[in-house]
């Protein structure tokens, strides 16, 4: 589905590839399944993750599946293009958390020549567009949008709901604290709870 990058140094073509959806929705998965091939085809990869998202390991890009592969947690974006210098592919990950700046970062990794595969939630809790990631969309070569299965009516899920009571919008959790849910079950449980404040 996608090109992979050439290995003639000369072709310095890079691109930006998005994978978005809700939590659960296997953008983790997909972002390890696309570095695994890079390493695979003996291209230089790494994986950075905003230091922030210590869930499941500092160290670590992990998918609720316990499915892992090793990354650099970074607190500034600017620093993925320090440590990036010799590198073919650059992903990644919860880049939702990262502030605005996350999206020149990527626009001069792919300049540059480099492939960037960039994986974040689309949306927040609220079901909003999350940070910066509708401008990754914008900038992307290639989006793709993964789903997860709602866990109300077993349907195609697109969204986030936070299950505990907390409004603030960055709030890290598992299965625990989220649920992924259809438009149609997001809806129906929003007005229930707009109801009962109401
Ligand atoms: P994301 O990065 O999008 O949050 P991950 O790649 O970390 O997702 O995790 C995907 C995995 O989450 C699935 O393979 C599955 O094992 C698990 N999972 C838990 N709840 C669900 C759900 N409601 N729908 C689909 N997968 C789920
Ligand atoms: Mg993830």
């Known amino acids: 589905m996608f090109l992979e990058r050439s290995v003639n140094k000369s072709d310095k073509t890079g691109w930006i590839e998005v994978i978005c959806g809700s939590m659960f929705s296997g953008k983790t998965e997909e972002l390890i399944r696309r570095i695994r091939r890079v390493k695979l085809a003996k291209q230089k990869a790494k994986v ?3 230091k922030d998202d210590t869930r499941y390991s500092k160290k670590k890009v992990t998918s609720h599946d316990a499915n892992s592969i090793k990354s650099k947690p970074v607190n500034n974006p600017s620093k993925i293009i320090k440590l990036s210098k010799n590198i073919d592919v650059v992903g990644i990950d919860e880049a939702q958390f990262f502030d605005d ?4 970062v990527c626009n001069e990794l792919a300049n540059s020549g480099k492939r960037v595969i960039v994986a974040g939630l689309d949306m927040d809790y609220q079901g909003k567009p999350f940070g910066p990631i509708p401008y990754l969309l914008a900038i992307a070569e290639y989006v793709t949008k993964v789903h997860a299965v709602c866990t109300k009516t077993g349907k195609m899920a697109s969204y986030t ?3 505990v009571d907390n409004d603030e919008l960055i709030l890290l959790g ?5 649920e ?3 438009r149609k079950a997001f809806n129906r449980l929003n007005n229930l709870l707009q109801s009962k404040k109401d």
Do not use: E, N, Q
């Not at 598992?174 to 989220?178: G, L, P, R, S, T």
């Open 101 to 104: 700046t996350i999206v020149d």
């Open 174 to 178: 598992d299965v625990k604290k989220y």
């Open 48 to 50: 950075f993750k905003p």
């Open 161 to 163: 709901h936070r299950i």
């Open 180 to 182: 992924a849910l259809s």
